[in-house]
């Protein structure tokens, strides 16, 4: 039996694929999770073997629960399936240890046959996905800077432009302020922006904020 978790912060959007995945057999929904703390929480007490990942959570984002996700001994396969549109965050995902990325408009049989790739250990990539590597790998289309950043400056970026302070994300992360404060040098360069306000400047222009 496949078990696989949701955590996505909408009830509705829980029932939702519940329901598309209820009638499928040899497929069980072990657990639901409106947050990336209870989510961990969870994976500790009941475990899965594909979560269902959203990327704009309360508290702890998806991004925050990737990283946390490579801590556990026994990690689930994460197919990342959310609002934002491949061209967001996709390649930065699967850089960053997503078996997949879906987003919510998906059909049904398209979320089974995600979540099954991923269970077998392979990649899932949407039509969109392929299309956007394939351009990269040719050089039709070069990656947008923030697709090239590390899970950990991604993780800072997105603080940074919530108006979150150098000690505030230290302390969320448990990072000392040095630690983040270089963080910040380095997303500052590759960005190409000056400032905390370009940054989310950045973020707003990009359609990155997870809220």
Known sequence: MLRVAIVDDHAIVR????????????IVVAFEAASGEEALALLQETGCDVLLLDLALPGQSGIDVLRSLRLHQAKPRVLVLTGFPE???????????????????CGRDELLRAVRAVAQGRRYLSPRMAELLADEVTGAGAAAPHQQLSERELQVFLRLARGQSVSQIG?????????????????????????????????????????
């Open 87 to 105: 061209e967001r965050y996709a390649l930065a995902m699967i850089r960053n240890g997503a078996d997949g990325y879906l987003c919510k408009e």
């Open 171 to 211: 302390e969320a992360l448990r990072l000392s302020v040095k630690t983040v404060s270089t963080y910040r040098s380095r997303l500052l360069e590759k960005l190409g922006v000056g400032s905390n306000a370009e940054l989310a400047a950045y973020a707003v222009r990009n359609s990155l904020l997870l809220e």
């Open 15 to 26: 029932a939702g694929f519940r329901e598309m995945l209820a009638d499928e057999v040899g």
